[in-house]
């Protein structure tokens, strides 16, 4: 092979290597930053006048979303506050306190379930009043039913 050829050749894969870190590093975040930056909004609060069960479920699980960062790193931790919890991420047993927490200043009951999936323990938040009770899991649609085993949709 030539000369040239070579040249040629190693410009174009020093040119590619260049393109692809740059396209990898993103100013100097690593992808959970990005990720972080781009998910985490301010968080607005529930205004529940008016609301159903479900809309009340439904505004929480909007408010989660605002910050909503599942970390896995911070699964042995069980002392996040909520600022570190909104800046940090955390697992659904972070969340389920968050919901519990927030339904209850609401005036609403709220108790946290735990459940073995496999070999792995999930957890997550039942809220409940006189119109039945909603199931919060981390940053999923809540399912709500009326204690007649209707589905509130309202």
């Given amino acids: 092979m030539s000369f040239s ?3 040629r050749s190693i410009i174009v894969m020093f040119s590619l290597l260049v393109f ?11 992808i959970d930053d990005i990720f972080k930056e781009t998910y985490s909004e301010p968080q607005t609060e529930c205004d529940i006048s008016n609301l159903t069960l479900n809309g009340v479920a ?3 699980r909007e ?3 605002t910050f909503y ?6 699964q042995p931790r069980t ?8 800046t940090e991420g955390g697992v659904c047993y972070h969340y389920a306190g968050w919901y519990c927490d927030r339904a209850e200043e609401l005036g609403f009951d ?4 735990s459940i ?16 039945g009770y909603c199931s919060l899991d981390q940053n999923t649609v809540p399912k709500c039913q009326s204690l007649d085993g209707g589905v509130i949709v309202k």
Avoid: P, W
């Avoid at 960062?69 to 911070?74: L, P, Q, T, V």
């Avoid at 709220?110 to 379930?113: H, N």
């Avoid at 073995?116 to 119109?131: K, T, W």
């Fill in 110 to 113: 709220c108790k946290r379930v």
């Fill in 79 to 86: 002392d996040l506050t909520l600022d570190e919890l909104k």
């Fill in 58 to 60: 439904t505004c929480l």
């Fill in 20 to 30: 692809f870190a740059a396209g990898i590093m993103v100013g100097d975040g690593t």
């Fill in 69 to 74: 960062y599942y970390n896995a790193s911070n």
């Fill in 116 to 131: 073995n999936v496999g070999d792995e323990r999930h957890q997550y938040a039942i809220m409940s009043n006189e119109e």
């Fill in 5 to 7: 050829i070579i040249l």
């Fill in 63 to 65: 408010e989660v979303s």
